[in-house]
C-alpha cells in the first residue's frame, strides 16, 4: 500500500533550497468593500455583513464576495484576519484578499493569520485606527509548491478541527454557567431596586492626544480599551498601555473597583477594574457612589452587568457608528438583595466563573496547551528559507 508523502519528505524533494518570497501585492488581488449602514441592515435578510468587527454586524439581502474569502479588517480591529465561510457583504473597512495562480486560499490564510500580530502592530494611532493598504500589499509571503501549500493546509485543518471541538465544549459549559447566572441574578423577591444613575458615578473615557509624545512616554497611569478585554479577560488589573499623569484631565484618574462598560463600536463588553485607571472613549467608567458602598458587593454588579451587556445589544442608536441608548441606559433598573445575599450570589458565580474561564484548570487549561501548540506548528510549517533569485 502506496504511503502518503510527509511535509518534510514534500519539501526536501520539491524545494530542498528555499522557496521565492512575493509581496503579497503581487500574488493576490486586495479590494476594500462596500458600504452599507446599520438602517439598511435586516435581521430577516440572508448574507451576513463583516465590518471592523471579528464577527457579523448584522444581516444584508445582498452578497459581495463569496464563501472561502480572506479579509483582513482595515478600521477598529484594524489587522483582524478572517476567513468567512459563507457568501457574505463586505463592509468597506474591510480588505478581501483573493490569491491569484500558485496560492492555496486557505494557505494564504494561515500564513497572514501567523502574522496577525505584526499587522496589526502596522495600524495607525488615528481615532479609529487603520491599516494603510499598502501595509498588506507590500507584506512579502513564501510561495512553496501548490502540494506542499495543501499538504501545511491539510495539517492545519486537522489542528483546527481538533481545538474547535474543545471550544464546542467549553461554549456548551458556558451557556449552562449564563443560564444559571440569570436564574441566580434574576428574583421576584421584594428587594430593593435602584436605577444604574442612582447607584454609579459616571466617568467619560477619552484617548489622551497621540500628538504629545509627553502624554505617553514614561507612562504610569493605566489606560484601557477593548484590547484588555480580548487579551486579559474581565476582571483586570492591569493594561496593555499606560498614560503619563500630565495627560490626564481634569479630575485626575477614575476609582478603583469601577465598571466599564463599551457604549459605542464593540458593544456589550465589560468589565471590573480594580486599580484606579483611565479608558478610551469607547467606554464608560462607573464607580459606586460613596452613601452606597457599604450594602453593595461591586462583584455583585459586575456579575449582574452581563445582564445589562444584553440590554445594551438591543438599545442602540441608529446610526452607521453604534452607540448605547445612554438615556435609557442610565434609568435600567438593577435589584439589589441585602448585602449577605449578593455575597453568596458572588461566592458561587466565582466558581462557576473559574471551571469555565480560568485558563489553569479544567477546560481552559486545555484549550491554552492546543492553542499554544497549534501556534507554534503553525510557525514551524509556514517558515521557508528564501531563495533569491
Same mark, same amino acid.
Given at each position: ?33 462596500? !458600504? ?11 448574507? =451576513? ?29 484594524? /489587522? ?26 486557505? %494557505? ?9 500580530? %505584526? ?26 509548491? &501548490? ?21 464546542? *465544549?467549553?461554549?456548551? !459549559?458556558?451557556?449552562?454557567? *449564563? ?12 428587594? @430593593? ?11 467619560? /473615557?477619552?484617548? =489622551?492626544?497621540?500628538?504629545?509624545? *509627553? ?23 492591569? +493594561? ?13 484618574? $477614575?476609582?478603583?473597583? +469601577? ?5 459605542? #463600536? ?16 469607547? $467606554?464608560?467608567? &462607573?464607580?459606586?457612589?460613596? @452613601? ?10 459586575? %456579575? ?23 438615556? /435609557? ?7 439589589? =438583595? ?26 481552559? #487549561? ?8 497549534? *501556534? ?14
Amino acid at each position: 500500500m502506496k504511503t502518503q508523502p510527509t511535509i518534510t519528505t514534500l519539501i526536501s524533494s520539491l524545494c530542498p533550497n528555499g522557496v521565492k518570497f512575493s509581496e503579497l501585492g503581487e500574488v493576490a488581488q486586495i479590494k476594500r468593500g462596500q !458600504r452599507v449602514t446599520k438602517s439598511q441592515l435586516k435581521a430577516e435578510s440572508k448574507f =451576513p455583513v463583516y465590518s471592523g468587527g471579528v464577527t457579523p454586524m448584522g444581516y444584508f439581502e445582498e452578497t459581495n464576495q463569496p464563501a472561502n474569502t480572506v479579509t483582513v479588517v482595515k478600521y477598529g480591529t484594524a /489587522g483582524f484576519v478572517n476567513f468567512i465561510k459563507e457568501d457574505f457583504w463586505a463592509n468597506d473597512v474591510c480588505y478581501c484578499i483573493k490569491p491569484k495562480k500558485d496560492l492555496n486560499n486557505k %494557505y494564504l490564510f494561515y500564513y497572514l493569520k501567523c502574522k496577525q500580530e %505584526y499587522i496589526k502592530s502596522q495600524a495607525t494611532n488615528a481615532i479609529p485606527a487603520h491599516l494603510p493598504t499598502e501595509v498588506i500589499a507590500n507584506l512579502k509571503i513564501p510561495i512553496p509548491p &501548490l502540494e506542499v501549500q495543501q499538504e501545511i493546509v491539510k495539517i492545519l485543518d486537522s489542528f483546527t478541527e481538533l481545538e474547535a471541538e474543545l471550544e464546542a *465544549e467549553l461554549e456548551v !459549559r458556558r451557556k449552562q454557567y *449564563e443560564h444559571y447566572r440569570s436564574k441566580l441574578l434574576i428574583t421576584d423577591e421584594d428587594v @430593593e431596586i435602584l436605577s444604574i444613575e442612582k447607584i454609579f458615578n459616571f466617568k467619560n /473615557g477619552y484617548t =489622551p492626544s497621540k500628538a504629545k509624545y *509627553e502624554y505617553w512616554k514614561n507612562g504610569d497611569v493605566p489606560w484601557f480599551r477593548m484590547e484588555d478585554i480580548r487579551e486579559n479577560g474581565n476582571i483586570l488589573n492591569k +493594561s496593555i498601555q499606560l498614560v503619563n499623569k500630565i495627560g490626564v484631565k481634569g479630575k485626575g484618574v $477614575f476609582p478603583e473597583n +469601577s465598571i466599564i462598560v463599551a457604549t459605542s #463600536a464593540t458593544i456589550g463588553e465589560h468589565a471590573l477594574i480594580t486599580i484606579p485607571h483611565l479608558t478610551n472613549q469607547r $467606554f464608560v467608567s &462607573l464607580s459606586i457612589k460613596d @452613601e452606597l458602598k457599604q450594602k453593595i458587593n461591586i462583584k455583585f454588579l459586575f %456579575y449582574y452587568f452581563y445582564l445589562v451587556d444584553e440590554w445594551c445589544l438591543k438599545n442602540t442608536t441608529k446610526s452607521s457608528f453604534s452607540s448605547v441608548d445612554m438615556v /435609557g441606559f442610565r434609568k435600567f433598573q438593577i435589584p439589589l =438583595p441585602p448585602l449577605s445575599e449578593q455575597e453568596r450570589i458572588v461566592a458561587i458565580l466565582d466558581k462557576f466563573d473559574m471551571l469555565v474561564n480560568d485558563i489553569s484548570v479544567g477546560l481552559p #487549561a486545555e484549550l491554552k496547551a492546543r492553542r499554544q501548540q497549534y *501556534e507554534h506548528y503553525r510557525a514551524k510549517l509556514l517558515s521557508f528559507k528564501e531563495v533569491v533569485q
